[in-house]
């Protein structure tokens, strides 16, 4: 009898059936399995600028998997990426990438004098295409006489050995 007396009582308070109802959905919620929403993003949310200094991050930690990941994204919407991905492929001694990459740069960008640089050190460490390189040192000189010292360097080492 108490327990129909009670039923009564919950049918006749508004206010009771209300917090009873909102207990027993959120109730019903915790045993269904029901989670809160959850935001998924889809898209990345940093620009190719970010994704190129958060990969140049990543490959001073020595992480060049993450970098280059970072580099491919950056890749679909600026092209001076593929420069990046040579670099980080060069690091992680994957040579053959780094030449592709090194390429793709000055396909994309011919006016980028370090993937002119790059590409002529990589065929200097190779001990590869030595005319090539010279050319190649020649040419980032050529376009960017204010990092002379650097691609000089390049240049008097490639010279060195042929």
């Known amino acids: 009898m108490k327990l129909i007396e009670f039923c009564n009582h919950i049918m ?57 990941k970072k580099y491919r994204s950056a890749a679909k919407k600026n092209p001076v990426a593929y420069f990046y991905l040579g670099n980080a492929y060069f690091h992680k001694n994957d040579l053959d990438n780094a030449e592709k990459y090194y390429k793709k740069t000055i396909k994309e960008k011919p006016g980028y004098a370090d993937a002119y640089n790059n590409l002529a050190w990589l065929y200097y460490v190779k001990r590869v295409n030595l005319e090539k390189a010279e050319s190649l040192a020649e040419e980032a000189l050529r376009l960017n006489p204010e990092k002379a010292e650097v691609y000089l360097d390049t240049l008097e080492k490639i010279r060195a050995i042929k």
């Open 12 to 68: 006749e308070n508004k206010r009771l059936k209300v917090h009873i109802s909102v207990i027993l959905i959120i109730h019903f919620l915790l045993i269904s399995g029901c989670s809160f929403p959850r935001i998924i993003i889809l898209d990345d949310a940093l620009t190719p600028e970010e994704d190129i200094a958060l990969g140049v991050a990543y490959e001073k930690e020595g992480n060049f998997d993450d970098a280059i």
